[in-house]
């Protein structure tokens, strides 16, 4: 079994046992919810579901009406009943890792809006401590104006690497869904107590969001190659 079919089979479990019929759906962002989102579609069609669907970033809003899902949002849907949503990194305790796709900001408001939030991966998220697997740093987003006084700030607390993150396609900077940069803080200590670490960072003006999500993973499912899914919670 490829990664993909890891990935899919994660989404699958996860949609089956916690949408339900007149729920309000956070639609996460990335590669996995992308089968999340098929499934969705699938039960929709066969079970006659009525689901309204509060996406976190320009990409789950376009896989939304792709599929001809309802389309809601937090204006009119500040409660949501339960976020899929996929992850970077996971650790033992089930802080997240979240924001490589640049989405960061908007899923973890939804997030905080949502009874529960269900990530789904592939193994290669499931990790010990953060930074064992994914080498890519924790996600800052920050306003334009402030990212080079973030950076020393951050480094002179915690110390390690933050690099402003290039686009890929356009030359400059990425630039988010809310119009911000991103730095990818490339920490060296893994014993850090993340929830301190969120809250100290989020305090320096101009840090718009961070990518740690402390206490908010209600459960994890993670794809295996062999077709399992292994559950945490």
Known sequence: MSLEQAKQVAASRAVDEFVTNNCIFGVGSGSTVVYAVQRLAERVETENLKVTCIPTSFQAKQLIVKHNLVLGELD????????????????????????????????????????????????????????????KGIPIEVVPMAYVPIRNKIAALYGGELKLRSAVAKAGPVV?????FILDWLFTNQDLDWETVDRNIKMIPGVVETGLFVKMCHKAYFGHPEGNVVERS
Not at 110 to 130: E, F, G, M, Q
Not at 176 to 180: A, C, E, R, W
């Open 176 to 180: 988010t869904d809310n119009g911000n």
């Open 76 to 135: 009119t849907n500040p409660e949501i009943d339960v976020t899929i949503d996929g992850a970077d990194e996971v650790d033992s305790n089930l802080t997240l890792i979240k924001g490589g796709g640049g989405c960061l900001l908007q899923e973890k408001i939804v997030a905080s809006c949502s009874k529960k939030l269900i990530v789904i991966a592939d193994y290669t998220k499931d990790s010990a401590k953060l930074g064992d697997r994914y080498k």
